[in-house]
């Protein structure tokens, strides 16, 4: 939304420590990912999923563009506070009509979206004027110009047009962002623009993925704290947090503390940015089907486990373990071995789910979970690893 200014005195702060203003943002997202399990538990299918997947994404494109234009234009600056309180009363907007975005709701959840875009792009332009390359605001607005035909339109649709409308919207914002947002006569964002200072971008992905886990466990205690109390759920209840602490402990294993490291050292940083938010993307994904998880296990934890429900109980932390392996490569070069076999245990469990009970098929993949934390602390014993960035370009 904005341009970096190399060197200003007064950008974000070099140590990656978010502002205040930031973690109040971060507290409208756990409300906006609680919604998105809320909507996804309601519609297990594979609709729903599409559905929750294209709300996930618009959300955080949302998440990625604020912190991506604070990060870029001084961020201690009034005006670009005012804006992330701006964003945060959207994001709340947004989070409250998600659940019923595709029904009576869906003219209320794309409006609010399309003014947050437009509205950023004429604030930054009209009021912060960080002026270093006024065209790449131009750019963003040439592309969410267009995106916003597919929001409205899909609007005042129904059924798979909205969905689809949605979704083809969604698209064009990712693959505009993904080449740079080109436009003739205004040329393209280059690489670098994406590089913000010190290790601002990895503190603010950790921090996404610790909205996205405590989105988890503020789902698993209230539905835990809703139901009438037996021992059932409780067991359940430990099963479902410590999948939560498992992957929590596996996301911070090296590649997570590492990755400033790795984008300093990579010949092409930006790039090696948005490579990294795709892997968090993933992650957080996974983590809210774990969410769903506690949902479902914590309600009804034993009897017939359904493959929609299977799908979501072994989905989740398969997600999460394809975005935590892609981040290895990222940082490392290579994918830890741990990560392959997680997910060929997690295959090899789902042919029998629909023999076992809820409870126990969440149990099965926390005991996967728990072998890749445990060869994770193994090889940090045996093994002294650096960054090592491949190059992606």
């Given at each position: 939304?904005?341009?970096?200014?190399?060197?200003?005195?007064?950008?974000?702060?070099?140590?990656?420590?978010?502002?205040?203003?930031?973690?109040?943002?971060?507290?409208?997202?756990?409300?906006?990912?609680?919604?998105?399990?809320?909507?996804?538990?309601?519609?297990l299918s594979w609709t729903g999923t599409a559905r929750t997947l294209v709300l996930l994404l618009a959300f955080a494109l949302i998440w990625t563009l604020t912190t991506w234009a604070g990060g870029t234009?001084?961020?201690?600056?009034?005006?670009?506070?005012?804006?992330?309180?701006?964003?945060?009363?959207?994001?709340?907007?947004?989070?409250?009509?998600?659940?019923?975005?595709?029904?009576d709701r869906g003219l209320l959840f794309a409006g609010t979206y399309v003014f947050f875009h437009l509205g950023s792009i004429t604030y930054f332009l009209l009021v912060v004027r960080d002026t270093a390359?006024?065209?790449?605001?131009?750019?963003?607005?040439?592309?969410?110009?267009?995106?916003?035909?597919?929001?409205?339109?899909?609007?005042?649709?129904?059924?798979?047009?909205?969905?689809?409308?949605?979704?083809?919207?969604?698209?064009?914002?990712?693959?505009?962002?993904?080449?740079?947002?080109?436009?003739?006569?205004?040329?393209?964002?280059?690489?670098?623009?994406?590089?913000?200072?010190?290790?601002?971008?990895?503190?603010?992905?950790?921090?996404?993925?610790?909205?996205?886990?405590?989105?988890?466990?503020?789902?698993?205690?209230?539905?835990?704290?809703?139901?009438?109390?037996?021992?059932?759920?409780?067991?359940?209840?430990?099963?479902?947090?410590?999948?939560?602490?498992?992957?929590?402990?596996?996301?911070?294993?090296?590649?997570?503390?590492?990755?400033?490291?790795?984008?300093?050292?990579?010949?092409?940083?930006?790039?090696?940015?948005?490579?990294?938010?795709?892997?968090?993307?993933?992650?957080?994904?996974?983590?809210?089907?774990?969410?769903?998880?506690?949902?479902?296990?914590?309600?009804?934890?034993?009897?017939?486990?359904?493959?929609?429900?299977?799908?979501?109980?072994?989905?989740?932390?398969?997600?999460?373990?394809?975005?935590?392996?892609?981040?290895?490569?990222?940082?490392?070069?290579?994918?830890?071995?741990?990560?392959?076999?997680?997910?060929?245990?997690?295959?090899?469990?789902?042919?029998?789910?629909?023999?076992?009970?809820?409870?126990?098929?969440?149990?099965?993949?926390?005991?996967?979970?728990?072998?890749?934390?445990?060869?994770?602390?193994?090889?940090?014993?045996?093994?002294?690893?650096?960054?090592?960035?491949?190059?992606?370009?």
């Open positions: 939304m904005t341009t970096m200014a190399e060197g200003d005195a007064d950008s974000a702060d070099e140590s990656g420590r978010p502002l205040f203003v930031e973690l109040f943002l971060d507290l409208v997202y756990v409300f906006a990912l609680v919604s998105l399990t809320k909507t996804l538990t309601g519609n234009s001084r961020l201690a600056r009034p005006a670009v506070g005012a804006h992330i309180i701006g964003t945060a009363a959207a994001g709340l907007l947004l989070a409250a009509a998600a659940p019923r975005a595709f029904d390359d006024p065209r790449r605001t131009g750019r963003l607005a040439v592309w969410e110009a267009v995106a916003a035909v597919g929001w409205i339109f899909g609007a005042f649709t129904e059924g798979p047009a909205r969905l689809g409308l949605w979704a083809a919207a969604v698209a064009v914002e990712y693959g505009a962002a993904a080449l740079g947002w080109p436009v003739a006569g205004l040329g393209r964002s280059k690489s670098l623009e994406w590089q913000l200072g010190g290790g601002r971008v990895p503190e603010r992905f950790r921090q996404f993925v610790v909205v996205a886990f405590g989105a988890a466990v503020l789902t698993t205690g209230t539905t835990f704290s809703r139901q009438e109390y037996t021992l059932h759920r409780g067991y359940a209840l430990v099963v479902v947090f410590t999948i939560v602490v498992l992957m929590w402990r596996i996301y911070i294993y090296r590649a997570g503390e590492l990755l400033t490291e790795a984008i300093a050292r990579s010949a092409d940083p930006g790039l090696l940015t948005r490579t990294a938010a795709v892997c968090h993307l993933a992650m957080v994904a996974g983590i809210v089907g774990v969410a769903v998880t506690s949902d479902l296990v914590v309600v009804r934890p034993f009897g017939e486990t359904p493959p929609s429900w299977a799908a979501v109980l072994l989905g989740g932390p398969a997600l999460f373990l394809i975005g935590r392996g892609l981040l290895d490569f990222t940082v490392f070069g290579r994918v830890s071995r741990s990560r392959v076999v997680g997910l060929v245990l997690l295959a090899g469990i789902a042919p029998a789910s629909s023999l076992l009970p809820p409870v126990l098929v969440a149990l099965l993949a926390m005991l996967v979970l728990a072998l890749i934390a445990a060869a994770n602390l193994v090889a940090t014993r045996l093994h002294e690893r650096t960054p090592a960035p491949p190059a992606l370009g």
